[in-house]
């Protein structure tokens, strides 16, 4: 798949951006690299693709995410200061965007910024983000109309949502933030009427540390047939035999489903199942896994049986963010992941997607492979 002339010309008007920028002689060009990025996953050129969000416009996906420096630990000065913008029309090849957000002057995120998760509503887009600094982290966001320009919200943080990895729904009359608590794995919220005044609700699920977990990550809510699913990431926990308290041991996707919302059982809990036969999957370094695992789940479309979603997870040198189907009627669930252009033309159209323009731009190419 490679870029048309009047399709590079088209892009670069809309966005603000040109071709033939390199971060040095024989790279590749930064905003329009000719590549599919199925297979090996996608990651910016220097850096990695870590917690992020997706929203679906003008007939493209579009990626907030992370992004910092392979071999870098995330707290480290200096790293996971900004947000990566990418785009892509077909699910293989991505076009770069000019940085969206970075760290800003109030203390509490002048650090660092983690895990945006983007959430339409009306005719504007919120960016939710967790900020460091100062010793502090907290929730907040940023406003824009086109996905390009954005505007912190001048009255963050939300002072009620002390956590990390936020995710954000309409329900009933208010807009609800989940977010994953400190203090072991706990799912916490807060709601709002008018995205200004914030109220702390009821913890949404804990997972007590006697049933060997340790701590949550990247939330995400869904509803799916008549009840909803919650899912996560999750670390184990060990005690360490001198008495100094535990150590983490493993890392999992899981899911529980019930009928509020507002309110999970820990018994409910259970491990997606995760399949991918890409050569270079070997677990990440950076986390205590055994096995490759997804990360920091995110659904972009569903269908009957099928839903796409994306995460990422470490491949090669890296973490990359990749496509994966979840097909809910396994049992336990299990989340495929796509690495050919024919496997994203079959869950595309289970999933209705036909109008984002992927399905066709895929069946043109369909004969070369």
């Known amino acids: 798949m490679v870029w048309q002339e009047d399709e590079v010309e088209a892009l670069s008007q809309r ?17 329009f690299p000719e590549k599919t990025f199925l297979r090996d996953g996608y990651a910016p050129p220097g850096g990695y693709v870590k917690d992020f969000g997706v929203v679906l416009a ?44 970075a760290v800003g002057e109030r203390p509490w995120e002048s650090e660092h910024v983690w895990a945006p ?18 010793g502090e982290t907290f929730i907040s966001y940023a406003t824009s109309s086109d996905l390009e320009h954005w505007t912190r919200w001048p009255r963050g943080p939300i002072r009620c949502a002390v956590g990390r990895d936020p995710f954000v729904f309409d329900h009933a009359d208010r807009t609800v933030l989940f977010y994953t608590g400190h203090g ?39 509803p799916l047939g ?68 997804p990360l920091s789940i ?11 979603v994306a995460y990422f997870r470490w491949h090669l040198d890296r973490n990359r963010l990749f496509f994966g189907a979840l097909d809910w009627s396994s049992n336990p669930p299990t989340i495929t992941e796509i690495g050919s252009e024919t496997q994203l033309r079959q869950v ?18 369909a004969g070369k492979e």
């Open 58 to 101: 003008d007939g493209r996906l579009h990626l907030f995410h992370i992004d910092g420096r392979p071999g870098e630990v995330c707290w480290v000065t200096g790293n996971e200061i900004s947000f990566g913008h990418a785009s892509t029309a077909d699910g293989c090849r991505w076009l770069r965007h000019r940085m969206p957000l």
């Open 298 to 308: 995110e659904l972009v479309a569903r269908g009957e049986r099928l839903w796409l």
């Open 15 to 31: 966005y603000g951006v040109r071709p033939g920028i390199q971060l040095h002689a024989g790279a590749e060009d930064y905003h």
């Open 348 to 365: 595309l159209r289970e999933v209705g997607l036909q109008e984002w323009g992927i399905a066709e731009t895929i069946d043109n190419q």
């Open 226 to 293: 008549d009840r909803y699913v919650l899912w996560f990431n999750d670390y184990g926990v060990v005690s360490v035999p001198t008495g100094k308290g535990y150590r983490l041991t493993g890392f999992r996707a899981a899911c529980a489903l019930s009928a509020d919302p507002l309110h999970f059982e820990p018994e409910a809990v259970r491990e997606f199942r995760f399949v991918t036969d890409a050569p270079g999957v070997v677990p990440s370094p950076e986390l205590p896994v055994d096995k490759p695992t």
């Open 117 to 134: 998760f983007v959430y339409r509503r009306d005719d504007r887009y919120y960016m939710f983000y967790m900020g460091s600094g100062g």
């Open 184 to 222: 072991g794995a706990r799912v916490a919220a807060c709601a709002s009427r008018d995205m200004s005044t914030w109220e702390a609700l009821p913890d949404v699920l804990v997972i007590p540390k006697d049933n060997n977990s340790g701590a949550a990550e990247s939330c995400s809510l869904h």
